[in-house]
């Protein structure tokens, strides 16, 4: 959650590029290029191809040469397949367990053991993708939409519209993102989508900053004056050469904010604002399995594991996009 | 100097006022009807005289006009009164003024982890020559912002108290039990301090003055640290700047799995009793902390760049 | 390729302070001079080392003690320094050229029997010299197997296009090279060690103290964060040549030897506060503080105004002949090889193509490379225009299609304390164009001659003034008037890689204004781009490629296709070439003059490079702070200047100097 403060925080005094693993190795490789740029004009492969439509077996080499990547990607996968077909992962019942089997600790029957009502925990969490991916969805729905359009409507405007819009930004950032969220709450009730809309409000500032940046990059540079000199009018500025080149950015943080909104959404769920108690949210779940945690440790360590993978992989996803941008550029 | 300062605070102003204006308009204009839910939530019979809900809603004040609601209520936090607690009836500013110092240990240890491994491991990463220990630390921050700080709190009072009984897993007695706590707290930012800084501290090293400093004949410990780090914290610290209300807000998640006594768990309570003013109370407070800090780190910045002040206050000294 | 093993082995390497100072291959001159002035570094060894080819031994001994001249006022130390070198190159010139006739091939046995016969050796012997870097695409080897040989007391230059590899070479020495960069082969002996072999802590003693750098960007190559006097101090302390005390006043004196006005001031100042010229000094200061024996410049001024270039080209010749320091000149500017470097070692493609005396290969290039180099570079064709200069004079009574009159703009700098600054930018500035004319705007940067173009193109509304545009007043057109500017005035920026988007294929930046301004239909606006592509000499095939697929030269001939589509009247050329290679330059000016002839487009002509705009411009603008100081054509202008700046500029051109030291009877002059 906090890490959507400080992306936009970054955003405005570094810029988003690359993250610490892709700086080193790419600046290097900048920097050797400024010092020597491989013969003209030929052999330059590296940024010259990656501009051009990516060839789904290039793609694939690409995932194969980073197996974390494709580690990724699947876990990914798997989530969101878990969220629509979760029949396709267990067939046991995720709400309804068999009392005489409960806390049954991990092993062949119950993967992840059962829990005190004995329903099987690994349904459980399947089940709750679910209700976390949607609540996550929204939130990041919401966020990218009304942030990303304060951000172009700032950024391309400008004047005292960017002025006003960006005043209020900076109120909304300047409240905790789990406080604000918090209020949220306690204002609208409880519930998953209450939830999520409240973590996607909280997440609106960092999307403003992002968008509004990067569209004050764009519309800064040569080719938009360019553009506007050889008689380009103002909405196919904005189409043709802002929108596209100030997306990248934008498009990297809706993937690590995605991670955070997972984060946030299951500390609501365990904080206990959440989806009332049958159903398996995974923050919820954690927060169910406090109370054994002298006992029964999976109850708490494998739905949050799960958290955790999601929330790494997108992260893993967002930093290869980032790294994907940067070399388009 | 002073000018900038004074401009600063006058800002710093500004954002608080408005923070409390959008706290009151999420809680006492959103929900509607705030006496109802209030009664809703605060009464749990179910069963509410009307006559008693008129006479809460003048007692709050919400039968005025809006605007005057907003002024009167403004007119009041200003001197630092936010009402009374819904649940406790005690005044929101004492409520909070009492469970501050618990919290403000908890997160000030937090910061200062936080700040020195988070700082320690970007800078070794960036020192060492070796590949493995390289990717290995740089592996490490993405994974601290990715899992979930409660869980993180729960694994490791699994592992330590339970376990091994080395620190305590409830509670608020003395140092050995602010560790676990601190240390879950520190976990996320420490992790984003770490990301900025190594990731400034990459791009620092990537700059011509670095080969300047490489061609005097410097070594890589002097280059990391007398060339480098300097130019690399401004990031770093406005991270920490942003964090700082970030802090402060993760303690409802901390002290609450560690059943620590703290502003957190006053907030956690009030939420779920849906206790308006005590929530108001606490996100002006958040705003309080976050433009404290940044004050605190504006002023900083020119310390580090002198480059700063020339550009925040334009007086260009004789070149 | 293996490594010689005949090098010491590593342990023997000098780490104290001492033997850093004293202990070199060098010895021996370091000796001579002591003996003649017993004053040890400041002995100038020998003073004009094209000598070493068999010059008399005698001449060594004409020492000129290092007196304190450097702290003499700017001007008048530059003066001398200018004087000096002229004179030194005058009077052992001819020795030169007669024994390093020798000296010309490149390749590594040659050159090594070469340095070996010499009567001293080189200081610093380059051999087999190969450096890859790694990237994502594979390996670059950005330096083949060069050789190259600097001897004491000489300026040897390297020249070569971007990405010939002269800097990488340069950097490779000192193995300051990225990250990914690595040294595959060869050996850099300096003095008796070979550097590639010594571990990193061992080549610390060697950076700074033993070699100094002057690195290519003055304004990125200090620490911004740290005063200017601990950054030279911190040579000084790295290798213990001063203790914490002594440390900053020496600092003073070194930055006061390096020519930095009011030096003590200076060095309590951050970066920031100091110019351009002023921080490059402070890095000179940097090099030299530890007296080392060679000193690599890279590119040390190719970031800086002419004006202030010459100067300090002027100051470093001047400090490294009087210490008798080597110097290894890395430029892309051939006149500023000329006029400074004994020895020029030209590359291309990470190879040396050729290599020996400045006269030899200035006047008998061998090469193709070499001599395609010469053809090009625009310091030193003194002469070779490209506009129809013969064209007709335009009629008298023909309406200007731009007219300029009296244009001021002011920017409002951000409001200090209370006043309200502005900064007038341009001021006064009144301007005439004729139909298929050049007008050459020419100034260094911060003169205005970007805001004025921008003025008359009306990107920019004037404080006050007028623009006048084929005889309609535009100044304040908006709506349809200004769309009709906009198609009959184009731009063509400077930096063709930021100036075309990069999504964008080939044809869709060339069709943009055609679709800006719904001309034809896709078939025929392709149609178009297919004939302006071949207009610009690009083949049709780039179409539907993008522009990071092409190189900068190319790049820029589809920013001009771009122009040219809607057949415009005026195109304003804002430093088209700058930020191209020579050779490049050369086409694309070309390219830009063929054009003015076929369709009769007048050019607005924006440039610092006042070689480049003796090719291409009828009538030429001379500015400064603002205003335009001298009008003129351009004949006029170059053989007449009548303004005291726009003499300033002319004589600080490159190139200019070896021009007329090269004006003897007997030499051939076709490439100068």
Known sequence: MSRTLADGATAGTAGTAGTAEAVGPVGAVEAAAGLARPVEPGIDPGPANAGRGVGPRRFLLFLLRRPGLLASVLVLVLVVLAAFWPGLFTSQDPLHGVPAENFRSPGGGHWFGTDELGRDVFSRVVHGAQLSLKATLIAVGFAFVVGGLIGLVAGFVGRWVEDVLMRFVDVLLSIPSLFLSLALVTALGYGTVKVAVAVGIASVAGFARVTRAEVLRVRQAVFVEASRSCGARWYSVLGRHVLPNAAGPVIVLATLEFGAAILAVSSLSFLGYGAPPPAPEWGTLISDGRNYLANAWWLTALPGLAIAATGLATNRIARALDGEWSRQR | ?319 | MTRPTTNEPETDVPVTEESVTHESATDQTVTRGQGVTGQGVTGRPTTDTATTKGAAPAETTTDRTATGNATTAEAATDEVATDKSTTDKATTGESAIDAAATDRRPTAGAALTDAASADEPALLEVRGLSVSYRTRGGTVRAVRSVDLDVWPGQVTAVVGESGSGKSTTAHAITRLLAANGGIDAGIVRFGRHDLTTLSERELRTVRGARIGLVPQDPTVSLNPVKRIGEQVAEVLRIHGLATRRSAPSAAVAILDQAGLPDAATRARQYPHELSGGMRQRALIAVAIAAKPQLIIADEPTSALDVTVQRVILDHLQHLTEESGTAVLLVTHDLGVAADRAQRIVVMSEGRVVEAGPTRDVLENPQHAYTRRLLASAPSLTTARPRATAAATAPAPDEVPLVEARNLVKEFRLPAAAGAARTLRAVDDVSLTLHRGRTLALVGESGSGKSTTARLVLRLVDPTSGSVLFDGADVTTARGAGARQLRRRAQLVYQNPYASLDPRFSIGEVITEPLRAFRVGDRASRLARARELLDRVALPGSVLDRRPAELSGGQRQRVAIARALALSPDLVVCDEPVSALDVSVQAQVLDLLAELQADTGVAYLFISHDLAVVRQIAHRVAVMRSGRVVETGTAEELFTRPRHDYTRELLAAIPGGRHASAGDRPHQPKEHL
């Open chain 2, 1 to 319: 100097m002073r000018l900038y300062v004074v401009k600063r605070l006058a800002q710093a102003l500004g954002v608080l006022w408005a923070a409390y204006t959008v706290s009151f308009l999420v809680l006492d204009y959103l929900p509607g009807d705030p006496v109802s839910a209030m009664a809703g939530a605060g009464a749990d019979t179910g069963q509410v005289d009307p006559a008693q809900l008129a006479a809460l809603r003048h007692e709050y004040g919400f039968d005025k006009p809006i605007l005057a609601q907003y002024a009167d209520y403004l007119g009041r936090a200003v001197r630092g009164d936010f009402g009374d607690s819904v649940s406790t009836g005690r005044p929101v500013t004492a409520t909070l003024a009492d469970a501050l110092p618990q919290t403000l240990q908890l997160t000030g240890a937090a910061l200062l982890l936080a700040v020195f491994l988070g700082g320690g491991l970007a800078v070794l990463a960036t020192y060492t020559t070796r590949r493995w220990l390289r990717q290995l630390l740089l592996s490490l921050p993405p994974l601290g912002v990715s899992v979930p700080t409660f869980w993180v709190g729960l694994v490791l009072v699994e592992l330590f108290s339970f376990r091994t009984r080395l620190f305590p897993a409830f509670g608020n007695d003395g140092l050995r039990g602010l560790v676990l706590p601190a240390v879950t707290l520190a976990v996320p930012t420490g992790a984003l301090v770490a990301q900025v800084l190594a990731k400034s501290l990459f791009t620092a090293l990537d700059q011509a003055y670095v080969e300047t400093a490489r061609a005097k004949g410097a070594g890589r410990l002097r280059i990391r640290l007398r060339h480098a780090l300097r130019n690399a914290s401004l990031p770093a610290l406005t991270v920490v700047g942003l964090l700082a209300g970030q802090l402060i807000a993760g303690s409802v998640v901390v002290e609450t799995v560690f059943s620590r006594d703290g502003l957190g768990r006053v907030t956690a309570a009030a939420v779920t009793v849906q206790d308006i003013p005590l929530v108001q109370g606490v996100v002006v407070f958040g705003a309080l902390i976050f433009v404290a800090a940044n004050l605190i780190v504006d002023l900083v910045y020119p310390l580090l760049d002198p480059r700063i002040v020339v550009a925040a206050s334009r007086k260009v000294r004789p070149a």
